[in-house]
């Protein structure tokens, strides 16, 4: 799996961009995709994102009274199971860098009459604006791989954390079984584009998700960032054969 590190250039999906370029273009994905981001993301993956995001939520562990930082909060799914775990003496904060997604978080969760310990905001992962040791429990899900500098957003997520606080990340990853792997990538690059042109009028932003998870790191090289970062007892867990994994790190 291709990983760019070079100072100039980065990946969208399988183009290679200008650095200063890639938050523009993803933001313009996101934009496009907000208003049926839920309903895409029940077709495309049959449903299984509720059972990865309830596996996240298990591993997590939470307890009473923790505070939690989601970031790239999307619709606020995960941030929303996290704040019944947490709650009401708790708080999860909800980030998104693009106001669209953001919009939709914040009004499915009033629609759910979630509010209480629950709060949004715009934010980059890669310049958090909150005070060293502040916060429990990070997570990110299905963001990671649309951040432009991953190392900086680790080293941010370090800083935020307080000591034993853990980073789960959740994220698109590698199929390695060979039928399998053949199956999968068939499936994203024939059918998941089509589902976009079909539901959503946007066939383009569902080829760049395809292309973003083959040009994310994979599971090794992401625990290996992980460790970069300074994290420590690190490791991963794979769901559907490595669709999808998840991600934990420790701030000892």
């Known amino acids: ?144 791989r649309n951040v432009t500098h991953k190392e900086k957003a680790l080293q941010e997520i370090h800083r935020v954390l307080k000591i034993t606080g853990k980073l789960l990340i959740l994220e698109f990853s590698e199929v390695k079984p060979p039928l399998a792997k053949k199956l999968y990538d068939a499936y994203s690059f024939q059918v998941i584009p089509k589902i976009g042109r079909w539901v959503a009028n946007d066939e383009a932003s569902y080829q760049y998700l395809a292309e973003s998870i083959r040009v994310h790191p994979n599971q090794d090289l992401l625990k290996q960032m992980l460790e970069d970062a300074g994290f420590s007892n690190c490791y991963f867990h794979n769901m559907s054969l490595g669709v999808v994994s998840i991600h934990v790190g420790y701030k000892l």
């Open 1 to 144: 799996m291709a990983f760019m590190n070079d100072n100039k250039k980065t990946h969208f999906g399988y183009q290679s961009v200008d650095l200063k370029d890639k938050t523009n273009l993803v933001g313009e994905v996101f934009t496009s995709v907000a208003l049926k981001y839920d309903l895409m993301n029940d077709l495309m993956s049959l449903g299984m994102h509720r059972l990865w995001k309830k596996a996240a939520i298990d591993i997590l562990n939470l307890k009473k009274g923790q505070k939690v930082l989601d970031l790239a909060t999307g619709s606020g799914d995960l941030a929303r199971l996290i704040a019944k775990k947490v709650g009401a003496q708790g708080l999860v904060v909800a980030t998104d860098i693009n106001p669209s997604m953001l919009k939709q978080g914040i009004d499915k969760s009033l629609n759910q009459g979630m509010s209480e310990n629950l709060q949004f905001q715009l934010a980059n992962a890669e310049a958090l604006d909150f005070e060293d040791n502040s916060f429990d429990i990070v997570t990110i899900g299905f963001g990671l």
